[in-house]
Every structure is written in structure tokens, then in C-alpha cells.
């Protein structure tokens, strides 16, 4: 059983969202960490429709914000 687990960040700036940051990693259940770290910033709408896929693993967005 895999996981893949995505974590959306936010930049804001003057109450703004300027940009996102996205890292994607692939776990198995035994916790060890697979696979892929990438970094975009492109629209949400973009990068949330990886989560409309048919995948064959749980899909898990944390969502982290608003840093500065």
C-alpha cells in the first residue's frame, strides 16, 4: 500500500497569495520515503487537478499557509 501525499505551501504578500510551492513524495507503508520532491509555481487549478487522477494510492493534500 502506497501513498501519495502532496503539500501545498503559500506565499503571501499584503494579504495576497503571490505564489505556491509544491513538493509531492511517495510513501509505502513501511514509512520509507520514495520517489519525488519538485518545486512549482504554477496555478493551484493546475497542480489540483493531479488529485482528480485515477490513482491506485490514498491521496493526501496538506495544506501549509500562510508563511512569509
Known amino acids: 500500500?502506497?501513498?501519495?501525499?502532496?503539500t501545498v505551501r503559500y506565499l503571501w504578500l499584503r494579504k495576497r497569495c503571490m505564489a505556491y510551492d509544491y513538493s509531492c513524495e511517495l510513501a509505502n507503508e513501511q514509512n520509507n520515503r520514495e520517489l519525488m520532491l519538485y518545486n512549482s509555481q504554477k496555478s493551484i487549478e493546475l497542480s489540483l487537478k493531479l488529485s482528480l487522477l485515477r490513482l491506485d494510492v490514498p491521496l493526501i493534500i496538506l495544506q501549509k499557509f500562510p508563511y512569509e
Do not use: A, D
Open 1 to 6: 500500500m502506497k501513498t501519495l501525499i502532496i
